[in-house]
Structure formats: C-alpha cells, structure tokens
C-alpha cells in the first residue's frame, strides 16, 4: 500500500502533470506539447523577422535586413562589445560579428577599440542606427496596443505565456551548464 502512495506521489521539482512511474514521471503526455511549443517558438521567431522586413519595405528602407534591425533595437542605448551581445544571449558569434561589421560599414554604428583593451571593440548606435531603433519600437509599439484591444491575445494572457517561456529558457540555460 506504501509502494502504491509513493509511486501516486510526483517527485519534488516536478510538475503536478503527468503519469508517474516510481522516481520518474512519464514525459510521454508532455512530449507532444513541448514539440508543439518548440515549433511554434521557431515559426515565431521567422515571422517576427518576416514582419519587421515587410514594415521595412513600407517604409523604402532597404538597405538593412531584419536581422540587423533586430540588433540596432537591442543595442538600444547602451555602449556594447560583440562578446556582451553574444551573452545576453541574443546572438551567436559569427553572425553578430558579421553584422556588426556591416552595420558599421552602412553608417548605422559607431564602434571604438577600448583604452585598456585594444581587442576589444565597444559599438553604439549612430543617429541613424537610432533612426532604425526608433522605427522597430514603434512598429513594437503598435503591435502591444493591438494585442491589448484583441480579446483572445489580450493583457491577462501575455504575461502568463512570458512566465511559460522564461521557464523553458531557465530550463535550457541550465541544461547547457550541466552538459559543460
């Protein structure tokens, strides 16, 4: 009768969902959601860049890519190195590096070799690198006052996906460190 308690019993850490088998809970039920969750968050990620790159076309601005606009509204108003962008996670190294360079070379940042460290390069954006900034948070902007008046996307339900996708990144964050 114990066995049969402690088997009903979800372990400590883990969700309340799910079958559990002894020590372990049974990841099939969770299998088809999280594969579900993985695509939508791919699909989502290019259809972010598909809308910024249309909202750039409107606007006749063709000579950056969304990628690279992307960028220019991370970097915002701070004083950045490559390596600082790559850490906070928004980009892998060869392509912020390549960007970069073609960023700069299109007028949209200012970089500088460091005093202390001359291999260190620190960018910011130049008035027109904040003219690109400018127009994504708008287009942003726009976009949040729209999901707000949208019933079904409305406030109560963004924050609730945000908490869901913090926690898988949390998850996979910590993934990366135990495997190294």
């Known amino acids: ?14 969700g309340s969902g799910g ?41 006749g601005l063709l000579d950056i890519n969304a990628v690279q606009a992307l960028l220019l509204f991370n970097i915002g108003d701070a004083e950045v190195t490559a ?32 005093e202390v460290d001359r291999r260190s390069v620190r960018i910011r954006l130049t008035d027109r690198g904040r003219f690109i900034h400018d127009t994504v948070s708008e287009l942003f902007s726009r976009h949040a006052r729209a999901l707000a008046d949208d019933a079904m996307a409305g406030q109560a339900r963004l924050p609730d996906a945000n908490d869901t996708l913090q926690r898988i990144e949390r998850f996979w964050m910590d993934h990366i460190r135990y495997i190294y």
């Open 19 to 59: 079958a559990v088998r002894g020590d372990a809970v049974d990841a099939a039920p969770y299998q088809e959601s999280y594969l579900d969750l993985l695509s939508k968050v791919e699909r989502l990620h290019r259809l972010l860049l598909d809308v910024v790159k249309d909202e750039f076309e409107r606007l």
């Open 83 to 114: 390596g600082e962008l790559k850490t906070r996670g928004y980009y892998q190294g060869s392509n912020v590096s390549y960007n970069l360079k073609k960023l700069v070379e299109a007028g949209y940042l200012h970089h500088e070799r460091s």
């Open 1 to 14: 009768m114990a066995k049969a308690a402690q088997a009903a019993k979800p372990m400590a850490g883990v």
